[in-house]
């Protein structure tokens, strides 16, 4: 049986879930929709778009948003980035260096950036997200997570060029959304000046940790939301890989955090294990720079998942107060059971697991520690 809890989908991402704009697809309701037809309408006649056929394919958690249209080649994706909130420079940059080195990642067919449009392959219809809450068996689901795994080292081995760092004082910049507004804002708690620097103790100690990691290529989002199930005659090719325009040069273990840790998928710890090690197994095979010493890596990538969601705690914590999205609220306590199994097993964290109980209102509950 697949290790895996899946919840019901609460949230809008790449290619995610549809959107709603009433009965027509109209310009009166949404402005921006003329400049886009009158942009598509002026490409190329070969590429044979099919104008009419123009329709909401997802949103995501940004500004962005994609439509999907019939053309000679089959469908095709329209992304549009307005400027004023979106920069679509990192999106061609990113999607050139991943292409140069194999990995699966849509075309640009044509782009206007100081509109912020862009015309793009399509890489499928369904979301490994999606394919698991429609239901999926252990097979499918092994093949499609070891041909994930594939792609993450083919694509850690592309050269991170011209990104920025994903360095400690990142790091602890980010985990500072997590006393604000997780546990201040939502959970509003007030900690003491001791919790205050114990949580900055900690944080600092996840920054170092973070910096003894080889640099390569991270993605920053490389989970079931963003990976494409392969259709057609490429079905048992690589997955699509998408919404990658974050990248960042940073830890090798990012990644694979993401991936066994998945804010919006449980994966029971046998599962995460079974992942773990064919990764490494063939991040060495590969000549990627991770620890000889399995124990260490393993030690390694659950520090960077703490780093990780803690971080998406405040982020999910912020999408719901600030920006009025609460559907991220029901995604909260699997990311809280992931920074727990990790808090839970390593006594360096033992003042972070009684913060966590203050938070939560909840006792420590037992666990191995190292």
Do not use: C
Request: glycine share 6%; no cysteine.
């Amino acid at each position: 049986m697949p290790h895996f809890i899946a919840s019901a989908p609460a949230f809008f991402f790449f290619f995610a879930q549809p959107l709603r704009f009433g009965p027509t697809l109209t310009s009166a309701a949404d402005p921006r929709l003329d400049a886009l037809r009158a942009w598509l309408a002026s490409l190329p006649l070969e590429l044979n778009l099919a104008l009419e056929t123009l329709r909401p394919a997802s949103s995501d958690a940004s500004f962005r948003r994609y439509f999907r249209l019939d053309a000679a080649a089959g469908t095709l994706i329209v992304m549009d980035a307005p400027v004023d909130h979106e920069d679509s420079a990192p999106f061609v940059h990113v999607a050139g260096l991943l292409a140069a080195g194999g990995v699966n990642v849509p075309r640009i067919l044509a782009k206007d950036l100081g509109q912020g449009f862009m015309l793009l392959t399509d890489l499928g219809q369904e979301t490994f997200y999606q394919r698991i809450q429609r239901g999926i068996d252990d097979r499918e689901l092994q093949s499609l997570y070891r041909r994930a795994l594939t792609e993450l080292v083919r694509m850690q081995s592309a050269a991170p060029t011209q990104l920025h760092t994903l360095d400690g004082d990142r790091l602890k910049a980010e985990l500072a959304l997590f006393p604000e507004w997780y546990v201040g804002r939502h959970q509003a708690v007030t900690l003491t000046d001791a919790q205050h620097n114990a949580l900055a103790d900690t944080f600092d100690l996840l920054a170092r940790s973070s910096q003894r990691e080889h640099v390569v290529l991270v993605h920053r989002d490389f989970h079931s939301p963003n990976l494409m199930v392969p259709e057609g005659d490429a079905a048992d090719g690589p997955p699509g890989v998408i919404d990658f325009q974050d990248a960042l040069a940073g830890p090798i273990t990012y990644d694979i955090a993401s991936l066994v840790m998945d804010a919006r998928t449980t994966w029971e710890e046998p599962q995460q294990l079974d992942w773990a090690i064919r990764y490494w197994e063939a991040a060495r095979a590969a000549g990627l720079p991770v620890d000889a010493d399995f124990s260490e890596f393993h030690r390694a990538y659950e520090w960077m998942s703490l780093q990780r969601n803690l971080r998406i705690l405040g982020v999910f914590a912020r999408l719901n107060h600030r920006d009025g999205k609460s559907n991220y609220l029901a995604h909260m306590p699997r990311v809280n059971a992931y920074v727990r199994q990790v808090a839970e097993r390593y006594n360096a964290f033992g003042p972070l697991r009684r913060i966590l109980d203050v938070v939560d209102n909840r006792q420590i509950t037992s666990g191995f520690t190292f």
